[in-house]
């Protein structure tokens, strides 16, 4: 290992002292391309409305999150560039709904024919070209041939073009292709929900004409397509997705989004990205609420079993009063009580992060937190930080809501009190995220963690009440760490403290993949305010991809605190080898894709990966 260092060192000098003036010779000589920064150009017709700006930003923010280098196009600039000049500046193209659906017609022409004979790549969401400039609904979008597929059929009078349905995919593996993690799926492929099961999606009249159909929904005996993909001779493609992805997730649903944008981008696109998680590997989140006094037994008997564990450090979050549904009730944790909660904290406390749940008071919060003056209630959430503070001697920066309620001037009062992570039951399903609900937005400081649930369900508990076999649940927990480490995305699970053989069981399984995975080096399993300090500092980093000779990569990144541990992945394909110049730098290569994750706290990086 150490000759390999210092191999990689002269070479490293090498390339700084010896080969530079030799390669600019070379560069000079032989490229016929000349050196181009690499990006994906998002399509941004008409944002003058508030709802055209809130969706533009809705899309930044899923590719500013996801790490994918991207450029603001307007339908002017793209006309400018004409269909090679797409080619030669954007590795392809995402083209949002609403704002883009007055396209004028000479802008639709080149985006055909970008796609048709230059090979160009296009993500069509939802209604692009399907309006006059009038406002009027066209007979038939300026891009259904393109797509494959008549979207926005019209419609009698007095009827609406969309309609809502639920949306399916060909195979779970499908589903699984486009990103949708093990749970939300049910047995017929249809995406579920936490608490709701199959929900609907808003979908176009649509019929398929001749694109691969990855998605559908069903109505009577013809299926409408939900998304689907139409390849062309000259390498390119048009991908149609009957939804709309950037109101949903305006509207607390981001994994719809996020998952259909990833997996173009990342599987079709294959563009660099910046990979969201410490390391570039999976991450897993589990969380335990502890509510009340009633679960010191079942606290208990996890800890008997060796189900607290140092190499698997939880976010532990507890509700602190004395009391559970009224004042002097005498149900709580009591944390500061040495003969109640404190002791069991003291040793809690050495298993992950202590976070705080709610406030003071548990079900009384839950249930009125919205009749409480925001005053009393924050006070209430206060007092039940300082009473861990006072006992764990260490500042409280993790936070659940009881019963799924979380009001969003919540997050200002947590800000205050340094907390930088919360569980979340929106957006259920996906990664950490800002949420948005009606317009607003969440600090950029503070990470929500979404529930990956189970079908409807969320819990453990909630499984087994609802007669999940034991073995499905287990399956699904394993399913969820691998989709992780593939996904190299971070995941949260929840549930309580419990003795049932279930949820034990449940748990062991979870602990045992987890271990195994986690000595893999394919995941880490961590507590929520771990991950939101990568995600703070991975936000912080300035990068470019330049792409040279259309094989080369010359990269640079920029943190004003540290680089380590963050990642970028860039696909090179498994034909050729590739040398990474560069130090500090550990490499993987999987299915075609490098991986480079900087390994010390580099404020600035310069790498290249060349064809050999
Ligand atoms: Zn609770």
């Known amino acids: 290992?150490?000759?390999?260092?210092?191999?990689?060192?002269?070479?490293?000098?090498?390339?700084?002292?010896?080969?530079?003036?030799?390669?600019?010779?070379?560069?000079?000589?032989?490229?016929?391309?000349?050196?181009?920064?690499?990006?994906?150009?998002?399509?941004?017709?008409?944002?003058?409305?508030?709802?055209?700006?809130?969706?533009?930003?809705?899309?930044?923010?899923?590719?500013?999150?996801?790490?994918?280098?991207?450029?603001?196009v307007s339908p002017g600039e793209l006309l400018e560039y004409g269909s090679a000049g797409i080619k030669e500046n954007f590795e392809g193209l995402v083209i949002p709904e609403f704002i883009n659906s007055t396209m004028p017609p000479e802008v639709a022409e080149v985006i055909k024919a970008y796609v048709r004979e230059y090979g160009g790549l296009a993500l069509l969401v939802f209604d692009p070209a399907t309006l006059t400039s009038g406002g009027v609904q066209r007979q038939a979008p300026l891009l259904d041939d393109l797509a494959g597929v008549r979207y926005y059929l019209p419609v009698p009078e007095g009827q609406k073009p969309t309609y809502s349905g639920y949306w399916y995919f060909t195979s779970s593996g499908k589903g699984r292709e486009w990103g949708i993690p093990p749970g939300k799926l049910d047995e017929e492929n249809a995406v579920n929900s936490y608490s709701y099961g199959k929900i609907k999606f808003e979908h176009s009249r649509a019929v398929n004409v001749d694109a691969q159909v990855d998605a559908f929904d069903r109505d009577g005996d013809s299926n409408i397509p939900v998304i689907t993909k139409k390849y062309y001779e000259s390498g390119g493609l048009a991908v149609y997705v009957n939804i709309p992805l950037g109101k949903y997730k305006l509207s607390s649903d981001d994994l719809t989004a996020r998952s259909v944008l990833r997996t173009y981008l990342i599987n079709d696109v294959k563009i660099p990205r910046l990979v969201n998680s410490p390391g570039g590997k999976g991450g897993i989140v589990f969380n335990l609420h502890i509510c009340s006094g009633a679960y010191f037994r079942a606290l208990m008997v996890m800890m008997m079993q060796g189900l607290f564990q140092k190499d698997?450090?939880?976010?532990?979050?507890i509700t602190a009063g004395p009391d559970t549904y009224k004042l002097g009730d005498g149900a709580g944790f009591s944390a500061e009580n040495k003969f109640k909660g404190r002791p069991i904290l003291e040793v809690l406390k050495n298993y992950g992060e202590i976070g705080s749940h709610g406030g003071w008071i548990h079900n009384f919060f839950a249930y009125n937190l919205e009749y409480l003056p925001q005053q009393k209630a924050a006070k209430l959430i206060d007092w039940n930080f300082s009473a861990l503070e006072a006992v764990t001697g260490k500042k409280i920066r993790e936070y659940s809501d009881p019963g799924g309620n979380h009001p969003f001037w919540v997050n200002s009062e947590l800000e205050k009190l340094g907390v930088n992570a919360y569980?979340?039951?929106?957006?259920?399903?996906?990664?950490?995220?800002?949420?948005?609900?009606?317009?607003?937005?969440?600090?950029?400081?503070?990470?929500?963690?979404?529930?990956?649930?189970?079908?409807?369900?969320?819990?453990?508990?909630?499984?087994?009440?609802?007669?999940?076999?034991?073995?499905?649940?287990?399956?699904?927990?394993?399913?969820?760490?691998?989709?992780?480490?593939?996904?190299?995305?971070?995941?949260?699970?929840?549930?309580?403290?419990?003795e049932t053989r279930f949820c034990l069981e449940a748990i062991r399984a979870f602990e045992q993949k987890a271990l195994s995975e986690q000595k893999n080096d394919r995941i880490t399993v961590a507590p929520m305010s771990w991950f939101?300090?990568?995600?703070?500092?991975?936000?912080?980093?300035?990068?470019q991809v330049e792409k040279q000779n259309g094989r080369d990569y010359i990269i640079d990144l920029e943190n004003p605190e540290s680089l380590k541990d963050i990642t970028i992945a860039v696909y090179v394909g498994e034909e050729h080898k590739h040398v990474v110049w560069g130090g500090n730098i550990k490499s993987a290569e999987e299915g075609g894709w490098l991986y480079l994750t900087i390994t010390s706290n580099l404020k600035v990086a310069h790498l290249e990966i060349r064809q050999v």
Request: charged share 20%; net charge neutral; hydrophobic share 40%.
């Open 1 to 72: 290992m150490v000759k390999k260092n210092f191999i990689r060192f002269v070479l490293v000098l090498l390339c700084f002292f010896v080969i530079p003036p030799a390669l600019t010779v070379l560069i000079h000589s032989s490229s016929a391309e000349p050196i181009r920064t690499v990006r994906v150009g998002l399509l941004a017709g008409d944002c003058q409305t508030e709802q055209g700006k809130l969706l533009l930003a809705a899309y930044e923010q899923l590719l500013n999150e996801e790490g994918f280098p991207y450029q603001i």
């Open 532 to 543: 939101a300090d990568f995600l703070n500092r991975y936000s912080l980093t300035r990068w």
């Open 423 to 498: 569980y979340y039951a929106g957006d259920s399903g996906a990664c950490p995220t800002h949420p948005r609900l009606d317009g607003n937005n969440t600090s950029p400081k503070i990470w929500a963690f979404p529930i990956s649930p189970y079908q409807k369900f969320a819990s453990l508990e909630e499984m087994e009440r609802g007669r999940v076999p034991s073995e499905k649940v287990k399956q699904w927990l394993e399913d969820l760490i691998d989709y992780s480490a593939e996904e190299r995305t971070i995941r949260m699970v929840y549930t309580h403290p419990s």
């Open 312 to 317: 698997l450090p939880f976010s532990i979050h």
